[in-house]
């Protein structure tokens, strides 16, 4: 293994060489590679990576990407208004928004410029809620934090319009890693939409290893939308990890059309009583895909509630993964939680492995959780041709009526349309 992380360890040299020593943030990064030095990546002995093998990645050693430019064609992704998009290409931002579209107070900018700028906003903050030993891939992403979306909300401001991140991955000849490091700071009162669009050259193999830590104040709401349409040779490991306080809600939407291996960490703390999140996800994997959802709601507190609704469409050879842990702690009483996870599978040959879990050391709770694995429903699809439906088209209704559920979720109808359109491509690749 160790041979495995020399390049990485280069990479890292090189940054650290770069950047002032003795600051905070060059020793949370030192600290960083420390651990990802002594644990390497995870293999399918781990318990939370026992049914995704991240050998490829580990034997591919990908190098740092070029800065490069974003396509014009990443632009047409959009699914926000243009004065709230920002891009970043390889994890460094390209454009950043007009700030006369902004509220006063708020930040929306580089991770880069605003440790330049507001170094007292990230400093106890950017590294402290995702922990870098909570894995191995935020450990190597701490490590490299350079550049991501700062945003920042102040008390009692709400932002009508959503603010938009595109990720681009554009990368050279030779396998290419980004780091984006992203921080979303909510005042008290504070209302916001966030969302996240990751994509990339169809035809290169890549790593994108993303890291988002959020901060909710005390009556904050944060709706954050995260979006893959990733080629069919990229790889995405991602670390989602949310601290709320005093009657917060966070809201998290997870899409995931594309890549090869796909493996997204979702995590939320509620610390204060009245906290609240509700996760929703919609996975939809072809070919030889693996896509892998772990989430954990950890109920530390009494009167918080949760719910989380995952679905899956798995066709071909794909795999799927699905692992929901929620934790309710002694003292967190009153709490109610729900946890479902629903799977079709199209193909004889498709798989899931799901595991929903409850711990429960409270006694006075109302908790719910389970999971279904199926196929299409025979009757359904004589019903419905015998409507004069062919059985294409009835399985395809079938298929839209099941994965409509989360994106119906969204209060945004121009997304709700805009991934409709994505779930219709991807049902027209099933024909091909």
């Not at 280069?10 to 950047?19: E, H």
């Not at 600051?23 to 318990?47: C, I, K, N, Y």
């Not at 030779?174 to 009162?189: C, I, K, T, W």
């Not at 999140?277 to 109920?299: E, K, P, S």
Request: charged share 25%; aromatic share 8%; glycine share 8%.
């Amino acid at each position: 293994m160790g041979g495995e992380l020399d390049h990485y360890r280069a990479s890292f040299d090189q940054l650290q060489g770069s950047s002032e020593s003795g600051t905070w943030l060059t020793q949370l990064r030192q600290s960083a590679m420390d651990q990802f030095t002594v644990e390497g990546f995870p293999t399918t002995r781990h318990e939370e990576w026992k049914y995704t093998s991240v050998k490829s990645i580990a034997e591919l050693q990908f190098g740092v990407a070029d800065e490069g430019r974003g396509p014009e064609k990443a632009a047409a992704c959009r699914f926000s208004n243009a004065s709230r998009t920002v891009s970043l290409v390889n994890g460094v931002m390209e454009t950043e928004p007009d700030k006369s579209a902004l509220p006063e107070g708020v930040i929306v900018c580089s991770l880069k410029s605003a440790l330049q700028d507001h170094s007292e906003l990230l400093k106890g903050q950017l590294g402290q809620v995702a922990k870098h030993d909570q894995n191995t891939f935020l450990a190597l992403n701490t490590a490299m934090i350079s550049d991501g979306l700062f945003v920042y909300v102040p008390d009692n401001t709400v932002l009508a319009e959503p603010i938009e991140a595109l990720f681009y991955s554009s990368p050279s000849e030779m396998p290419a890693v980004s780091y984006p490091r992203n921080l979303y700071l909510l005042g008290r009162g504070a209302k916001a939409t966030v969302i996240e669009t990751f994509l990339g050259d169809h035809d290169r193999r890549y790593l994108t290893n993303c890291a988002s830590e959020i901060v909710l104040q005390a009556n904050a709401s944060l709706e954050h939308i995260k979006v893959g349409i990733e080629g069919p040779s990229a790889y995405h490991v991602a670390t989602i990890q949310v601290d709320q306080a005093r009657d917060s809600r966070f809201i998290s939407r997870s899409f995931s059309f594309g890549g090869a291996l796909v493996r997204n960490d979702i995590n939320s703390n509620l610390n204060e009583s009245g906290a609240e999140c509700d996760f929703q996800g919609l996975y939809l994997a072809t070919g030889t895909q693996h896509v892998d959802n772990h989430t954990a709601i950890d109920h530390r507190v009494a009167h918080c509630k949760s719910r989380e609704v995952y679905k899956g469409v798995l066709s071909a050879k794909s795999e799927g993964v699905f692992n929901g842990k929620v934790y309710v702690r002694k003292d967190a009483q009153k709490t109610i939680a729900e946890q479902s996870n629903k799977n079709l599978l199209l193909s004889p040959d498709a798989t899931i492995n799901t595991k929903p879990q409850l711990e429960i050391f409270a006694d006075d709770v109302r908790c719910t959780h389970g999971a279904t694995i199926g196929q299409l429903d025979a009757e359904s699809i004589f019903y419905l041709r015998s409507r004069g439906l062919s059985d294409e088209q009835a399985r395809a209704v079938l298929v839209r009526a099941f994965a409509h559920e989360v994106i119906d979720g969204l209060a945004n109808e121009e997304m709700q349309t805009r991934l409709g359109q994505l779930l219709e491509t991807h049902l027209a690749g099933e024909k091909e």
